[in-house]
């Protein structure tokens, strides 16, 4: 039974920073990305960052200068690290997990970035 544990999330003001993370299971194997999501009130789910299990990278315009993806193959984990966080990071985190042909969705951790 595949599970995601997210952690982080949380209020900050603008110019902060947070760190997300998002582990599977060990039962979730043959992983091909990781990464994150996002939803914000009034908008479509957007990428914001991947990491495939050769390393290649998929970045939003607006963060790939901002956000850091890497992961731990080890430990089926993966972390997103946000710098110079923005009003518009206001949204739900979601992680995503994809095998050949599955996707897992973690069930969403609440960034608020807020003067």
């Known amino acids: 039974q595949g599970q995601l544990v997210e952690s982080g999330g949380g209020l900050l003001q603008p110019g902060g920073s947070l760190g997300l993370s998002c582990a599977a299971s060990?039962?979730?194997?043959?992983?091909?990305?990781m990464g994150w999501y996002r939803q914000a009130p009034g908008k479509q789910l957007e990428l914001v960052e991947t990491?495939?299990?050769?390393?290649?990278?998929d970045y939003a315009d607006s963060v790939n200068v901002r956000f850091t993806i890497s992961r731990d193959s080890a430990k089926n984990t993966v972390y997103l690290q946000m710098n110079s966080l923005k009003p518009e990071d206001t949204a739900v985190y979601y992680c995503?997990?994809?095998?050949?042909?599955?996707?897992?969705w973690g069930k969403g951790t609440l960034v608020t970035v807020s003067s």
């Open positions: 990491i495939t299990r050769g390393g290649r990278r």
């Open positions: 995503n997990v994809r095998v050949v042909a599955v996707n897992y």
């Open positions: 060990g039962s979730i194997s043959s992983i091909y990305a």
